[in-house]
């Protein structure tokens, strides 16, 4: 038995809105005679004066494409002509007449028929609604509503004429050209397999990036001509729309889940955490019972940002949604936490007897409608109890990219017919085709139609539909993903071989198959290498997505981009004669490889920008003893090598300070962090167990060191503001990793507090991170703030700037140089600019060419940074020069050097002779690096230059003058992390 397909039909046909008939198991009937026998050219396109707005819309899009493929304008007419064929569109007398009853219909379903020397096409439509209006209207909600009629045009456009909607616009959409074309005899009555047919596209992207004018209007068009769902069953975290907070916060503290430090979550409304063993529930119920009955939210008290209103996104018409927020906090009140302590198990069925609850108090009551929540984690297994016929379920699943990983899948598919069975059916999809997280990886396509059409046909005994949540930095990148997924849900029977030969062939022509290869190389790629690849561990059965060394030096390595290259340059060259297939794969080259291309320069460009982030580890001696009490009161940490943390990412708001300082003595590192935090009373953190796997959601400072430098065996260990320690043996998985939280580093450990700060100190036994030590390993250093109100601050802080994705991202570590033997010294000092302030012209051992200089200007910049807090900010407003030096002890003659730096620049213009930016060094002649002079804006870029120094004349000592220019020019250029060396022979 077809569950989903009794639903859509039957039961369901009630549930949506419209009525049961005696034919509530529809089957979809698609009868096409062989010989044809009414011509299209010439004919007229009908629409009788009291038809719908819908179906006059539906008339002007089918005159539209007609038109074009004819080459012809076709006339739009009130009344059939006996003389010509007539496309009556729309619910008209002639139906009637002919005893079609759109009454019988599902919703979505239409009738195409020919009688005579008629075509009719009809469904049912909203008789409310006009389409020109709501195309304009970004809300989403103006768009559900019935255009059955629209969807038979579609249907006749591309069954019989050819049209293809892959997506708006004239390189998406294909109109084959007719001098001639004739129909057949057709009897159609067609519908949707899954009522739930829906994706998404971000907004932002879709304005921004790839239909800048009229943005949203094509993005509606396209769901239209998808033919995705016409209707809305709320179901995702709907008690976040109650102001739950604001009604019960003072007077109820009792409702709001209480948290592991014993304070319950009075804040972060509108999503507040609550307690589903208090009184809350009833309040729920009260709710529910109040919108299903049709009152309204003012007689509840509901308390939104739109006023007393029941929001759209959790409530419609005889729908009500109880889906917790997101995140859900399991509370610890001494009700629940003996629930919740049993195990996932036994907590997901603890939260299922509230949502049954609910739904049975309302069926009780004979309360007309279904409650709807979705089973998602910590609430996603499936409950032993008899789950309510009045509710409805939305199940949340990774979806189509795992098809590739059997066991990841099978346990999937196996929980999707699991909760399809208990709910009979009633079950819908939340599904996650879309590039977020550690899948967001600018540049690479995720276009992945096979997959997709696998995914959701074989779902259709279990499911009434599925929603495809699919952002991506590119519209393009799942076009196809989009038509597909709505082309299988619409008939799960869809031959997907079939439908992508014909994409290719239609859209690309005489370069079908170079295309096809090059588009399915890109899901191959995706699915097979990129989106994970499976492995077992102790939780099971995972897939870890590859890291970006894998994407860049393997997947889509310079080799494989190259090959893209040329496959697109043959393809461009067999399609020469025909214009609009060229431009079309011009415009598939651009959408496509260019953004590979870039991405592939801008990995090694930040690699090669990170393998300057070095920090010196000082040698402790025995005198300078550490007492590891958490207070930094010992002259080492005065003397020894420090850094300072950036804000991760381009993080806005107050900053506060945290620096790190580092000594190794004969058997341990040690580690001291002072973090500065002006709001220490609103500091969240638990006195945790050792190892608690959560004390990295507590104010905290991580620890991450790879003594092998192998990058993927590491250690981790998290300490957070209350004393509380986890360190683990981390694996590197492609961008994911495992921890081993059973390892034991045997460090000592410390935390103190103070009223605007509070520090650590730490001392690692060298022998726990294992036998292989190198003298310059990969290592890097994080905070985290937790407060109870983070309003206007920044929260995450890490010692590398160049972290993308999250604080385990190993490969955009700086490196610690542990022991400097062996290892090349730089001999300049602060020169990262952390240390000393500006007196006058003098900034430590740095010193400025003049004390005052009226267009100069030098300053220290604690906004603008690439290694560390700081960097040195040189202006100039005219001519003149800006000129920083340093003495460089210990510069030997005629011999060779290695010069890095970091350098930005914005708006540097000439105003003078000699103009530009540049480094120098003066050892009686002077190396100008670069001998060009930088001038113009550009970002953080990493400079290397190799010199030889001059040799020494007769009887004059050898000295050296290390200088950084700012010349005759207007505007600003910042350096930090300049590293100047000898190079050894």
């Not at 569109?89 to 599902?106: D, E, F, W």
């Not at 069926?363 to 309510?388: C, F, L, Q, S």
């Not at 309003?791 to 140089?817: A, C, M, N, Q, T």
């Not at 003495?887 to 540097?908: I, Q, R, S």
Request: charged share 25%.
């Amino acid at each position: 038995m077809q569950i989903s397909k009794l639903i859509v039909c039957g039961t369901l046909s009630l549930l949506l809105g419209f009525s049961a008939t005696a034919n509530d198991k529809f089957k979809r009937k698609i009868d096409i005679g062989q010989k044809s026998e009414l011509s299209l050219v010439g004919c007229n396109i009908v629409v009788p004066q009291k038809t719908s707005k819908v179906a006059a819309f539906a008339a002007k899009e089918l005159q539209n494409y007609l038109s074009k493929s004819f080459g012809t304008q076709v006339p739009i007419v009130k009344s059939p002509a006996s003389k010509k064929v007539s496309i009556i569109v729309g619910n008209s007398t002639t139906a009637r007449k002919y005893g079609i009853n759109i009454a019988t219909l599902p919703r979505d379903g239409f009738i195409i028929k020919t009688i005579g020397k008629n075509i009719i096409i009809v469904g049912k439509d909203d008789p409310k609604v006009d389409p020109v209006r709501a195309l304009k209207n970004r809300s989403m909600w103006k768009h559900y509503y019935e255009r059955a009629t629209l969807f038979g045009v579609y249907d006749f456009l591309e069954r019989f004429v050819g049209v293809r909607f892959y997506f708006p616009g004239e390189i998406g959409t294909v109109i084959p050209k007719h001098k001639t074309l004739a129909v057949p005899a057709i009897n159609i009555t067609d519908a949707p397999d899954y009522v739930a047919r829906t994706y998404t596209v971000n907004e932002q992207w879709m304005k921004r990036r790839i239909l800048p004018k009229d943005a949203t209007r094509m993005r509606r068009f396209n769901t239209y001509r998808l033919r995705t769902s016409t209707s809305y069953i709320p179901n995702c975290h709907g008690l976040n729309a109650r102001g739950y907070l604001k009604r019960y916060g003072k007077t109820h503290p009792e409702y709001f889940a209480m948290m592991g430090n014993g304070k319950r979550a009075l804040s972060g409304e509108p999503t507040p955490q609550l307690c589903y063993n208090s009184g809350i529930t009833d309040e729920i119920y009260k709710d529910a019972k109040a919108f299903l009955e049709g009152n309204s939210a003012a007689s509840r008290g509901v308390i939104t940002k739109w006023g007393a209103v029941w929001s759209q996104a959790s409530a419609t018409k005889g729908y009500y949604n109880i889906m917790p927020q997101d995140g859900m906090i399991l509370c610890q009140c001494a009700k629940c936490k003996p629930l919740f302590a049993k195990g996932k198990k036994a907590a997901s069925d603890a939260i299922w007897d509230f949502f049954c609850g609910i739904a049975e108090r309302v069926k009780k009551n004979k309360i007309p409608g279904y409650i709807t929540t979705m089973a998602y984690p910590p609430y996603e297994r499936v409950p032993d109890r008899k789950v309510p016929d009045n509710m409805i379920v939305k199940l949340a699943v990774r979806g189509p990219w795992q098809e590739h990983s059997a066991k990841m899948q099978n346990l999937e598919d196996d929980r999707v017919k699991r909760w399809g069975e208990k709910v009979g059916g009633k079950l819908e999809l939340w599904t996650y085709a879309n590039k977020f997280s550690k899948l967001d990886i600018i540049g690479v396509p995720s276009f992945t139609p096979r997959c997709i059409a696998s995914y959701y046909a074989k779902q259709k005994d279990y499911i009434l539909g599925a929603y495809m949540e699919s952002e991506s930095e590119s519209f393009y990148y799942h076009y196809l993903n989009y038509y597909v997924f709505s082309k299988t849900c619409w008939n799960t029977s869809t031959d997907i071989d079939k439908l992508l030969t014909e994409h290719y062939k239609s859209m690309y022509g005489p370069a079908a198959k170079i295309m096809q290869d090059i588009f399915e190389s890109f899901e191959k790629k995706w699915t097979g290498k990129i989106f994970g690849v499976p492995y077992n561990s102790p939780m099971g059965p995972k897939t870890a997505p590859a890291s970006d060394y894998q994407i860049w030096t393997q997947i889509y390595s310079p080799a494989a981009l190259k090959k893209l290259d040329n496959d697109f340059k043959q393809a461009e060259k067999i399609t020469q004669k025909d214009a609009l297939i060229l431009k079309r794969i011009k415009f598939m080259r651009q959408k496509f490889l260019e953004p590979l291309q870039k991405a592939s320069k801008k990995y090694f460009s930040l690699k090669n920008k990170i393998s300057g982030m070095t920090f010196e580890v000082t040698p402790k001696t025995a005198e300078n003893k550490i007492v590891i009490d958490g207070i930094l009161n010992e002259s080492a940490w005065a003397k020894c090598g420090k850094v300072t943390f950036v804000p991760l990412g381009k993080a806005k708001g107050k900053r506060v300070a945290t620096t790190l300082y580092a000594l190794k003595g004969k058997d341990k590192l040690y580690l001291a962090f002072n973090c500065s935090e002006p709001q220490m009373a609103k500091v969240i953190a638990g006195k945790r167990k050792k190892d608690d796997s959560s004390i990295w959601k507590d104010n905290s400072v991580e620890i991450f060191l790879n003594p092998s430098g192998d990058k993927k065996h590491y250690y981790h260990f998290t300490i957070n503001s209350e004393g509380a320690l986890s360190d683990a043996a981390s694996l590197k998985k492609g961008s994911s990793q495992e921890e081993n939280l059973k390892w034991d580093s045997g460090a000592e450990y410390k935390v103190a507090k103070n009223k605007t700060s509070w520090t650590l100190e730490i001392a690692i036994p060298l022998k726990s991170l294992g036998n292989e030590i190198k003298d310059q390993f990969p290592a890097n250093f994080c905070r985290s703030r937790v407060l109870s109100d983070v309003k206007d601050y920044v929260i995450y802080y890490s010692w590398s700037p160049f972290l993308k994705k999250g604080f385990h991202d190993l490969e955009s570590f700086g490196s610690i140089i542990l022991n400097s033997k062996g290892t090349m010294k730089n001999l300049l000092t602060n020169s990262s600019f952390e240390n000393d302030k500006f007196s006058g012209r003098y900034l430590g051992k740095w010193y400025g060419l003049n004390a005052k200089l009226a267009n100069q200007s030098y300053s220290i910049d604690s906004n603008v940074s690439v290694a560390g807090a700081r960097s040195l900010k040189l202006s100039s407003s005219g001519p003149g020069k800006a000129v920083l030096s340093q003495a460089v002890v210990g510069l030997k003659p005629n011999t060779e050097y290695m010069l890095v730096y970091y350098v930005k620049l914005d708006n540097v213009k000439p105003n003078g002779r000699y103009p530009g930016v540049c480094a120098n060094i003066w050892d009686g002649k002077n190396h100008w690096l670069p001998k060009k002079w930088f001038s113009g804006t550009m970002p953080w870029t990493k400079q290397v230059y190799k010199f030889k120094t001059s040799a020494q004349k007769p009887g004059k000592k050898f000295q050296g003058i290390f200088r950084l220019f700012l010349s005759h020019v207007t505007g600003t250029a910042w350096f930090d992390n300049i590293k100047l060396y000898e190079l050894k022979k």
